[in-house]
């Protein structure tokens, strides 16, 4: 009998910790879906821009709070071209912000392209307009 109240009370506190940071989370109307979008970004794999013409294009869709592809690999000193596309649900991610390259875009129905010339190797971030989706160009 004791270990059965023991039980009980333990999954009435497992309960309680479950169902406190989802009341917390539904108060959110932007950056909401952190949960989904952290387990997103495991599954993302680097995607290498393709070289046309001297110029290294990539596309990237904004949908359910991600950057798809969340990583762009890119090689220093020939200029970049990162096309934004709206998917289904982009939310906030729509406001694209390069902090680092003072560069801040709205992706609206139609794509935008962010154009830059990386001049060395190393990481350039970039997120939503809260800063809480997030993605990045690695320069190699
Ligand atoms: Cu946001």
Do not use: R
């Not at 309680?16 to 952290?38: D, I, N, R, T, Y």
């Not at 762009?72 to 649900?89: D, H, M, Q």
């Amino acid at each position: 009998m004791k270990t059965q109240t023991l039980i009980l009370g333990a999954l009435a506190l497992a309960a309680a910790v479950f169902a406190s940071p989802l009341q917390k989370e539904s108060g959110q109307s932007c950056c909401g879906s952190m949960m989904a979008m952290q387990s997103g970004h495991d599954m993302d794999k680097p995607a290498a821009a393709k070289l046309v013409k001297g110029v290294q294009k990539a596309t990237i869709t904004i949908d359910n709070g991600m950057y798809i592809p969340a990583t762009i690999s890119v090689l220093k000193g020939k200029p970049v071209e990162l096309t934004f596309k709206a998917g289904k649900n982009p939310g906030c991610g729509s406001t694209v912000v390069f902090k680092s390259l003072k560069i801040s875009k709205e992706v609206g129905s139609k794509p935008v392209v962010i154009k830059f010339t990386p001049k060395e190797a190393g990481t350039i971030a970039f997120t939503c307009g809260m800063g809480m989706f997030d993605g990045k160009v690695v320069v190699k």
